[in-house]
C-alpha cells in the first residue's frame, strides 16, 4: 500500500520511473527502519518489566516433611503427569480428575513455621480441551494465621 502511494506522488510530480522506484525503497527502508525500532524499544520495555516482576519476587528458603498423597481417576500411574522429565500424555479415561496432599510434620518457609499444616491441590485435565490446561485449586489450612497461609505451601 506504501509502495502505491509513494508510486501516485511520484506520477504527480512528474519524476521518472526510476527515481520513483529509488524514493519508494528509501521510503519503506525508513519505514521498516521505524517498526525494527519500535519493536526493539517494545521488546526492551517487556524485558524490563519481566525483570522488574521477577526481582520483585523474594526468594525464600524452604523446607518440609511430612506424608504426600496423589490420587486420580486414570490408571496407576497417572499417564497424563510429567514424570522423570518426560512430559505427560493423554490421561487414561479423557479427563484426569485428582488431589495432591500434604501433611506437614516439621517444616519452615523462612521464619515461618508450617508444622501441623495441610495443603491439598486438586485439579483437572481434559484431553481434547484446546490447549490442554490443567485447572487447580489449592486449599490451604484454614488454622494457619496468614503469614502461614502465604507461605506458598506446598
Not at 519481566?50 to 523446607?63: E, H, Y
Not at 498423597?69 to 493423554?90: T, V, Y
Not at 491439598?120 to 490447549?131: F, I, K, N, Q, T
Request: aromatic share 6%; net charge negative.
Amino acid at each position: 500500500m506504501l509502495h502505491e502511494q509513494a508510486a501516485e506522488l511520484f506520477d504527480e510530480m512528474g519524476l521518472p520511473a526510476m527515481a520513483r522506484e529509488e524514493r519508494a525503497r528509501a521510503r519503506l527502508d525508513r519505514d521498516s527502519a521505524t517498526v525494527e525500532r519500535e519493536q526493539a524499544r517494545l521488546r526492551r520495555e517487556r524485558s524490563a518489566s519481566l525483570a522488574w516482576r521477577i526481582g520483585a519476587i523474594d526468594i525464600v528458603p524452604w523446607r518440609i516433611s511430612g506424608s504426600y498423597l496423589e490420587a486420580c481417576n486414570c490408571e496407576a500411574i497417572c499417564s497424563c503427569r510429567r514424570i522423570g522429565g518426560r512430559p505427560g500424555g493423554r490421561s487414561t479415561y479423557g479427563e484426569c480428575l485428582g488431589a495432591l496432599s500434604w501433611i506437614v510434620k516439621e517444616g519452615r518457609a523462612g521464619d515461618v513455621d508450617l508444622a501441623d499444616m495441610s495443603v491439598v491441590l486438586a485439579s483437572r485435565y481434559h484431553d481434547d480441551e484446546p490447549g490442554s490446561p490443567w485447572t487447580v485449586v489449592l486449599f490451604v489450612d484454614s488454622r494457619g494465621d496468614q503469614r502461614q497461609r502465604q507461605a506458598g505451601l506446598p
